[in-house]
T-cell receptor, first 117, second 113 residues
Framework: GAVVSQHPSWVICKSGTSVKIECRSL??????MFWYRQFPKQSLMLMAT?????????EQGVEKDKFLINHASLTLSTLTVTSAHPEDSSFYIC?????????????FGSGTRLTVV | DAKTTQPTSMDCAEGRAANLPCNHS???????VYWYRQIHSQGPQYIIHGLKNNETNEMASLIITEDRKSSTLILPHATLRDTAVYYC??????????????FGTGTLLAVQP
């Protein structure tokens, strides 16, 4: 089946540093990927839509200068949390349209747990 | 996209059918009903989707009322591994780049031994 690979699965970083999260579609092309953030015991919140070859589209209230998104190829999107602070600690998840057997669904990565200390 | 309403939590005995309801009273004619689930600390997993006809696959069945204002996801024989948060999502279209998924609060299904 189709797979979206997300790396790393967890990361601990010091406050003020930057962290990059990668999201790859392994056996299908994704011109668009979506990035979500999830705090404990809460639902997924859409942060931004990543577009291959163009700028990402951010949801209202999401700081584009803090959460840098680059969609460098048809199979890779990256999210960089810049100058991370403890309040950025969260579970980050990416997804891509297509890849599900009926091609109408979305495939999700396994998520990245970020802890900023 | 139309808003959905789901119970916060439900219990189900192992081996029994789990019936998860979802209200989507403001659904439009071109909006589909999708179900995903999220097992703790994992990415969401696609379960099933439908427009107006009932659907069944190897994981579950989806029953959509005739007026399409509500639906029920049925797991025919729940196992402990089905314990997860189940999300009902209504959205336009058949996938594609512009059709982002917006998650509600979902239902925490706890399957009891």
């Amino acid at each position: 089946g189709a797979v979206v690979s997300q790396h790393p699965s967890w990361v601990i970083c010091k406050s003020g540093t930057s962290v990059k999260i990668e999201c790859r579609s392994l056996d299908f092309q994704a011109t668009t990927m979506f990035w979500y953030r999830q705090f404990p015991k809460q639902s997924l919140m859409l942060m931004a839509t990543s577009n291959e070859g163009s700028k990402a589209t951010y949801e209202q209230g999401v700081e584009k200068d803090k959460f840098l998104i680059n969609h460098a190829s048809l199979t890779l999107s990256t999210l960089t949390v810049t100058s991370a602070h403890p309040e950025d600690s969260s579970f980050y998840i990416c997804s891509a349209p297509g890849g599900v057997r009926d091609v109408y669904g979305y495939t999700f990565g396994s998520g990245t747990r970020l802890t900023v200390v | 996209d139309a808003k959905t309403t789901q119970p916060t939590s439900m219990d189900c005995a192992e081996g029994r059918a789990a019936n998860l309801p979802c209200n989507h009273s403001t659904i439009s004619g071109n909006e589909y009903v999708y179900w995903y689930r999220q097992i703790h600390s994992q990415g969401p997993q696609y379960i099933i989707h439908g427009l107006k006809n009932n659907e069944t696959n190897e994981m579950a069945s989806l029953i959509i009322t005739e007026d399409r204002k509500s639906s029920t996801l049925i797991l025919p024989h729940a196992t402990l591994r089905d314990t997860a948060v189940y999300y009902c999502i209504v959205r336009v279209g058949l996938g594609g780049a512009t059709n982002k998924l917006i998650f509600g609060t979902g239902t925490l299904l706890a399957v009891q031994p």
